[in-house]
């Protein structure tokens, strides 16, 4: 297996760090909801597109002979969620 390949398709690779609500449904203490924390998800993938107000990226993706490509796994993300994003390649 070849670790590193061309870039085949038109996408740059990102690693996006992001909040995300956090929910719990069973019962608890003031301790234990003090101690409640947004959930702090990382999504590496491809950018499919960036508006004013969210992100889609794509982990995998098949493309076919004819240049056609179908994405998978693939996350939107509110804007103002994310807090970091690095360039990959």
Do not use: H
């Not at 076919?64 to 490509?69: E, F, K, R």
């Amino acid at each position: 297996v070849v670790p590193s390949q061309p870039n085949e398709i038109p996408y740059s690779k990102y690693r996006i760090e992001w909040m995300d609500i956090l929910s719990d449904s069973g019962w608890a203490d003031e301790k234990q909801f003090n101690k409640m924390k947004l959930a702090t998800p990382i999504n590496e993938g491809w950018l499919y597109s960036k508006d004013k107000e969210s992100i889609k990226v794509f982990a995998s993706y098949d493309k076919d002979d004819d240049g056609t490509i179908t994405f998978g796994d693939r996350t939107m993300i509110p804007l103002s969620c994310v807090k970091k994003m690095i360039k990959l390649n």
